[in-house]
């Protein structure tokens, strides 16, 4: 990448010396658009009267005279017993304010237990080094001899687990992760810990929210329900940074109460911030100030929002160090462990002086004191904004951080109004704990490890007993025979459960003889990142994509040293499920609802390093990706269309780039990141029968994002109608209507059209906002619920047929039609009468059975009709057949015997087996075989008249619990023969002669 070289002055030194070469600069200083100070605060101390003897001398053994005001009030608090969450800026001691009460009480009560629940391991390491330190500065006489912590988390050798199962350490550190796999599913062999478990820890709770946030929760529900179990009932005490509603947030975490701390009593020294709009590109000036940063041996860090961009800044900051091109790094998530954990220590140890990283370093993780933190454009939330930036100046020493704007709209924004950027408050934040898509797996797993039964306070709410009802309908629970337990058909669905959303990991090897392992991905970063022919940088090296192989879970790279980078091109369509709330916005429309979304990437542009041109597009043919979510749309009226194209302008680039625009604006009205929204404009909807732009949450189920949006719909609307008149360019640009993730290139966009969208839609003169009904059903065009046929087919038959060899004796079950009838027995509803046949008349029984409206049977579509096959050229596929074992299988995931049904169902049990058929076959006992088949008739006949009448089976499970299948036969029925009406229909045309 070609830059200038830089114009600050070579000066070692601090950090009141790099921001004077900057602002003095003449390539640099125009560009400062804003600086403040935070002057420096001195620290707000009380004495620890609250703690132990012991402790206060471990205070004073770290030369801290008393607790910060925040420390003090809080362990108080938690001391007393309530719940708490502690809200304060970073390295304000908060690590302290749990590890104190802790301590005491297990100085108190030596058999007590803590959990300490961290995001991340580095995070969990970190803890156990502060832990032990301060144990042991207390006396060897009250600490003892045992550790007083231990780790247990995916590192963690097996032999280490089997030690800290047998014998739990006082506090246990750990991440939900391991947690809802490893400790709540195998509850009983932690008995004693969960027994004597007095206090919960959850630090770092701002990083909870959407969907990993809502999964966490409901671990925490599962946590509390099985302490109940064991007779305890733990305190918690949460910790976060700065957020807009930690009470909230914590109390929808835990469900239950929490006092909120927020006024922090640490002192802090003086620190500056920056907001520079460059003249080239937030990424060029992020190399140059990093360069210069170096060179004045400043500890810095670089956050940079994607990937990509974190690989490319280091590459071209290297080329420009040279000799000194070793003492920076980049960091993000994908690098295997031990790569992030050299780099952490070599931060931590000082030997290396810049990073550049996501945001996988905004936590707490030690990496040592930092100078200077640059902000590679705004990080999408003022909390993320001010925890990043809280990563320098931790030692007391004074610090600079510098937001670079980029040319979006939500970065130009604060560039022309710096005063909203240092006034505006920290958001609150959001997660949607009852998204259907994380609550019912997460109930699922709950029932594995204590069965719900009707009283359980987990299922008082109406929406959790609905929540159990639809699980049961789809037998992902099954009901015990009494109606009053649920219970899991599967042992371990924890397995199943990704708490951070991430679905399926695939490997990136470098495609040599050995396939070295060169990192990780998830499947959906992998298609956009990793597709065939991209270019994917991993520690500032370059790899060119060879392979992408999703099923088998393999990307092969090979090392290249291309002039150009990657970006992928999509395609999106959007599908209107359900509405469930509608607004107006002057003479908008707009609707809440559920969506669901298909994304196709159609190929990818080859971009030029240094000039940033596009080079060439080369198409792609992968996969769609599908979901369904929640969003809102804006419904354009017809006449405003109309104005639009009478007016000379660009109507679909008007609405395309109102949804860019929009788009951009929405982090300062909700907690996100902006590749948590997607949006797609229609000129032309069929649901809605007209124009609208769709924005929706970016994850299946939704996060709570679009519906808080939806909730301020007036403001966005008027925010983004500001945005576009303020921005001077002519046809718009990224600073206003783009994108820089837009699948379609930026094109249409007509900026004028946008403007001119929305004066019209905001006009004054328009109806002020006005909440309507609720309707939960969607447009005329969305499913609706079938109506239940009154009465089962008038003439419906059960059969089973007996064979004359053994699937061995044939070669195997595949081979079921080489296997020949010995005997068959139908039953006919119409006069309920039993016929048997023989195989000199099995072509009788086959004109029967294309007699009848349904023929229903035990496996007769995978084994009866194949051994029919045999006699007839007729397709047995036509029969409107219903298969038992093919509805229950298809519900459970696995397969039940008729027996096992028939005895929990009907109380009844089979006479003989399928072997003993076979024996009388071959003795000539015609009149056994024949009763023994008519019993099976029997028995399938009653389990699928009882399934009609009950909607449900019963049967005992691998845990010996009688529990109910729920089937809804009716309605498959009414399914195989619409089905079977539509192909003789479609064979009908296929022979019927040509005009």
Request: charged fraction near 20%; charge should be positive.
């Amino acid at each position: 990448m070609k830059v200038k070289a830089v114009t600050m002055q070579p000066i070692r030194g601090t950090v009141a010396e790099y921001l004077a070469a900057l602002k003095s600069s003449s390539t640099f200083g125009p560009q400062v658009v804003a600086h403040r100070v935070t002057a420096p605060r001195e620290a707000v101390t009380l004495p620890p009267d609250m703690l132990m003897p012991a402790l206060r001398q471990l205070l004073e053994l770290r030369r801290m005279a008393g607790l910060y005001a925040h420390q003090h009030q809080a362990i108080g608090h938690i001391l007393a017993g309530g719940n708490t969450v502690v809200a304060t800026p970073t390295a304000s001691g908060k690590s302290l304010i749990y590890t104190l009460p802790v301590f005491q009480t297990l100085l108190h009560y030596p058999a007590a237990k803590a959990l300490y629940l961290f995001p991340l391991k580095a995070l969990a390491q970190d803890q156990l080094k502060t832990v032990e330190q301060l144990w042991h500065l207390l006396p060897a006489t009250l600490r003892g001899e045992l550790p007083v912590g231990a780790i247990y988390d995916g590192d963690t050798s097996g032999y280490r687990r089997k030690k800290i199962r047998d014998v739990p350490p006082p506090i246990m550190i750990t991440n939900p992760d391991m947690l809802h796999l490893s400790l709540l599913p195998y509850h009983d062999r932690w008995a004693h810990f969960w027994a004597n478990l007095r206090y919960v820890v959850i630090d770092e709770i701002h990083t909870y929210r959407g969907v990993f946030g809502s999964h966490v929760a409901w671990v925490i529900r599962r946590l509390k329900r099985i302490c109940a179990l064991y007779g305890s009932s733990p305190l918690f005490i949460l910790a976060s940074a700065t957020i807009g509603n930690p009470g909230e947030h914590g109390r929808l975490l835990i469900d239950a109460p929490v006092t909120e701390i927020t006024q922090s009593g640490a002192g802090s020294a003086a620190r500056h911030t920056l907001l520079l709009n460059p003249l080239e590109s937030a990424a060029t000036s992020a190399t140059r100030l990093l360069e210069a940063a170096i060179s004045r041996e400043l500890r810095t860090i670089v956050y940079c929002q994607s990937r990509k961009m974190t690989e490319l800044i280091t590459v071209w900051t290297e080329k420009r160090l040279k000799e000194r091109k070793g003492l920076i790094a980049s960091y993000r998530s994908g690098f295997l462990p031990e790569e992030r954990r050299g780099i952490e220590d070599r931060l931590a140890s000082g030997s290396l002086l810049g990073v550049i990283s996501t945001s996988a370093l905004e936590l707490g993780i030690d990496i040592g004191h930092l100078d200077l933190c640059i902000l590679v454009g705004y990080p999408g939330s003022m909390m993320a904004t001010w925890q990043r930036a809280g990563r320098v100046g931790r030692k007391q020493q004074e610090s600079l951080v510098v937001l670079i704007g980029h040319e979006d709209a939500l970065d130009q924004h604060f560039m022309r109004h710096p005063e909203d950027f240092f006034s505006r408050p920290v958001e609150p934040v959001t997660m949607h704990v009852g998204n259907p898509h994380i609550a019912g797996p997460q109930l699922v797993c709950a029932a594995a490890e204590i069965p719900f039964s009707a009283t359980d306070p987990l299922l008082a709410t109406p929406e959790m007993r609905a929540m159990i009802e639809r699980l049961t309908r789809q037998a992902t629970l099954l009901q015990s025979a009494d109606g009053n337990t649920w219970f899991s058909p599967q042992r371990y669905p924890q397995r199943h459960v990704n708490l951070r959303g991430g679905g399926t990991t695939l490997s990136i090897l470098v495609n040599q003889p050995r396939r070295q392992l060169l990192g990780i991905i998830d499947a959906h970063r992998a298609l956009r990142e990793c597709h065939p022919g991209a270019i994917y940088l991993h520690m500032a090296r370059t790899y060119h994509v060879d392979s992408l192989d999703l099923e088998g879970g393999e990307i092969l790279v090979t090392e290249a040293k291309p002039a150009y980078f990657t970006r992928v091109l999509t395609e999106k369509s959007t599908e209107i499920m359900a509405i469930i709330e509608t607004t107006r916005c002057g003479a908008a429309q707009v609707r809440y609802g559920t969506l669901r979304v298909t994304e196709r990437i159609t190929g990818y542009h080859r971009i030029a390093h240094g000039s940033l041109r596009i080079i060439n597009r080369v198409p792609l043919d992968l996969p769609p990706q599908r979901f369904e979510t929640e969003g809102f749309w804006v419904e354009i009226p017809d006449w405003l269309q109309r104005r639009t194209e009478e007016a000379k302008l660009h109507f679909m680039g008007g609405i395309h780039a109102l949804e860019h625009a929009m788009i951009g604006l929405m982090p300062l009205m909700v907690l996100c990141d902006r590749n948590d929204l997607g949006g797609i404009s229609h000129p032309w909807h069929d649901q809605v029968a007209g124009p609208a732009v769709f924005v929706y949450d970016g994850h299946a189920g939704g996060m709570g994002l679009t519906a808080r949006a939806f909730g301020a719909m007036q403001r966005l609307l008027q925010q983004t109608r500001q945005l576009v008149a303020d921005c001077p360019c002519d046809l718009g640009c990224p600073s206003c209507v783009h994108s820089p993730k837009c699948g379609s290139g930026n094109r249409p966009i007509d900026k004028q059209a946008c403007g001119f969208l929305l004066e019209q839609l905001m006009h004054p003169a328009m109806p002020a906002v006005r909440e309507v009904a609720k309707h939960p059903r969607p447009l005329p065009q969305a499913v609706k619920e079938r109506q239940r046929p009154a009465d089962l087919p008038r003439n419906f038959g059960v059969f089973d047929i007996e064979t004359q060899r053994s699937a061995e004796e044939v070669g195997g079950w595949h081979r079921a039609e080489l296997m020949r009838v010995s005997v068959a027995v139908l039953y006919e509803s119409c006069g309920q009468r039993f016929t048997t046949y023989t195989e000199a008349t099995v072509g009788a029984l086959i004109e029967r059975l294309f007699a009848l409206d349904l023929v229903v049977g035990f496996n007769n579509k995978r084994f009866d009709n194949k051994v029919l096959s045999a006699y007839t050229n007729r397709d047995l596929g036509l029969l409107p057949s219903f298969d038992l074992l093919e509805a229950i299988s298809g519900l459970l995931g696995y397969r039940l015997s008729l027996d096992r049904l028939a005895e929990k169902t009907l109380r009844v049990k089979k006479e003989g087996n399928g072997l003993e058929a076979l024996r009388w076959f071959k003795r000539g006992e015609m009149e056994k075989l024949a009763a023994y088949c008519r019993k099976d008739v029997e028995i399938t006949r009653d389990l699928f008249l009882y399934g009609c009448r009950q909607q449900y089976l019963l049967f005992q499970n691998k845990a010996g619990q009688e529990v109910r299948l729920p089937v809804d036969f009716i309605q498959s029925i009414e399914q195989i023969l619409d089905q079977r009406e539509r192909m003789l229909r479609a064979r009908q045309d296929l022979s019927a002669p040509s005009q």
